[in-house]
């Protein structure tokens, strides 16, 4: 009784058992030209342009930040429920972005539907 022959064909590498550490991966030869191989984490430096030459970025207003708030927060500051809020938004008088499966209400559209809706009473 003979023993089977091993194959000249590399062997995959096995993960480690629990608390061993991983067998090295083997070396790549030809991969790569080594031309191109650089250390992890470095970039290919690339000319810069002297400051006549480089483009001039355009001036653009700083955006203005836009606080949204949760309908849960919207429904305190209005003190009604958060159905109410939900009625409002989906009826188009109360402007809302969703996202993903909530809805968050800029505080401007919220001043705004105060300031509107607001009577006067005799």
């Known amino acids: 009784m003979s023993l089977p022959q091993r194959s000249t064909a590399q062997t995959l590498a096995r993960p480690a058992a629990y608390g061993q550490r991983p067998a090295p991966r083997p070396a790549m030869h030809g ?3 080594a031309a191109r191989m650089m250390p992890a984490g470095a970039r290919p430096q690339q000319p810069v342009a002297p400051a006549a030459q480089r483009p001039v970025p355009e001036q653009r207003p700083a955006p203005r930040a836009v606080s949204f708030l949760t309908v849960a927060e919207v429904a305190a500051i209005m003190r009604v429920s958060k159905m109410t809020v939900y009625r ?3 009826g188009g008088e109360l402007s809302a ?3 993903g499966r909530s809805f968050r209400v800029p505080e401007t559209a ?3 539907y105060l300031s509107e809706a607001r009577t006067d009473v005799a």
């Open 88 to 90: 409002l938004v989906h």
């Open 97 to 99: 972005v969703r996202v």
């Open 110 to 112: 919220v001043r705004e």
């Open 31 to 33: 991969a790569y030209p």
